[in-house]
């Protein structure tokens, strides 16, 4: 069997759906070819780097003319979206994270940044009529499927699920103990409507209104050309001094901010899996996060939910887990390690090794 792979976002600083592209082919990595514009360096594998990198022409003309050209037997697109003509003889996987796009735009006003309107815009014109092109449509959770089975009046076994996973590595070190961690609240987030910022930094200020101690929130994950919007936020709000936006961190810093931190939260409104709730659950981290969407599938009994577009309830989360008694603290670090143990690399990739064989491909 031939496999072409669309790269692209396997390139360079890889992050979410590039990292899961990357894990999803490597069991079967000796038959794939990646393709990818003019110019692009694909390492460790075959590839075929042809075309004008304007992404939409890319996807939806030079892509299907190499897959048609190579006569692949299967073509990958892991980022949601695919080319809208599929090519004779050839099976399309398509990978669907999140339905997030297709929110209305009274429930998901537009971005402050461009660029993911206008990839929100085109994955809202191609992702309807592509989900129903697909042979094989893979998902991160049952959330996610549930909603294209519904959406898309789908057969639920045209779907499959195999969940976002981290390094088995984020386990081999132990939980901090409460003496060594530091007075802040965690989050890993981006600048999108849909990730709650600025109502979590009003929760942040009302919580703190109950503080017997001088807890920060650091934010990592919003690019700093959007940074101002949310600092006149905090500043509206007399926190400003107690809210940090952090710039570009690796990942040893962040795995050090997570195991540091005193509890993590997450506010977003929708999420297709949530891969720092797993990390933080990981790091031996308490943690709060919404009630909405995937996060509760992903978290289990293993945090504490709340209404994200609730200021107060929110608020009364994070009180909740600042109040922690030892024990309650302990309790739920175990509660997430031992359900974090089902998102790792070492048993997600059967999952995928096993998605292969269904597939015939070795």
């Known amino acids: 069997m031939h496999v072409g792979v669309d790269v692209r976002w396997m390139l360079g600083k890889v992050r979410g759906m590039g990292r899961y592209a990357t894990q999803l082919i490597a069991p079967v990595r000796a038959s794939c070819t990646g393709l ?29 003319k190499l897959a048609k050209s190579h006569s692949f037997d299967f073509l990958i697109c892991p ?13 399309l996987i398509l990978v669907v994270h999140d339905l997030i796009f297709l929110r209305s735009f009274k429930e998901l006003p537009l971005s402050v940044s461009v660029y993911q309107t206008l990839g929100r815009l085109y994955r809202r014109a191609i992702v309807p009529r592509v989900v129903k092109n697909a042979d094989v449509l893979l998902t991160v959770s ?16 045209k779907v499959q699920v195999i969940p976002n996973a981290i390094s088995d590595d984020w386990l081999r070190l132990a939980p901090l103990p409460t003496v060594l961690r530091k007075p802040y609240l965690f989050t890993v987030t981006g600048e999108a409507p849909s990730k709650n910022v ?60 997570y195991r540091e931190a005193t509890g993590f939260i997450f506010a977003s409104l929708f999420e297709g899996f949530g891969i720092p709730l797993i990390e933080a659950m990981a790091a031996g981290t308490p943690v709060c996060c919404s009630n909405t969407t995937s996060l509760p599938e992903v978290v289990g009994n293993a945090a504490l939910l709340f209404d994200p577009k609730s200021v107060e309830e929110m608020a009364m989360s994070i009180n909740t887990l600042l109040a922690y008694e030892e024990g309650e603290r302990l309790e739920n670090i175990q509660q997430g390690r031992l359900r974090v143990q089902s998102f790792v690399e070492s048993s997600v990739n059967k999952q995928m090794t096993d998605f292969w064989r269904r597939l015939g491909v070795e």
């Open 198 to 257: 600025i109502r979590l930094i009003e929760a942040f200020a009302l919580a703190k209104q109950s503080f017997s101690d001088n807890y920060s929130l650091k934010i990592a994950g919003i690019k700093k050309e959007h940074h101002s919007q949310f600092i006149a936020r905090a500043v509206s709000l007399r926190v400003a001094n107690d809210v940090e936006f952090l710039g570009f961190i690796s990942n040893e810093e962040l795995q050090c901010l």
């Open 79 to 91: 980022y949601n979206t695919a080319p809208l003509i599929k090519p004779a003889n050839t099976k």
């Open 142 to 157: 049952e959330f996610t499927k549930q909603e294209l089975v519904e959406r898309f009046k789908l057969d639920a076994h």
């Open 36 to 64: 990818a514009p003019t110019g692009s360096e694909v390492k460790n594998m075959a590839s075929v780097c042809k075309g004008n990198s304007f992404f939409p022409w890319w996807e939806q003309v030079v892509l299907p």
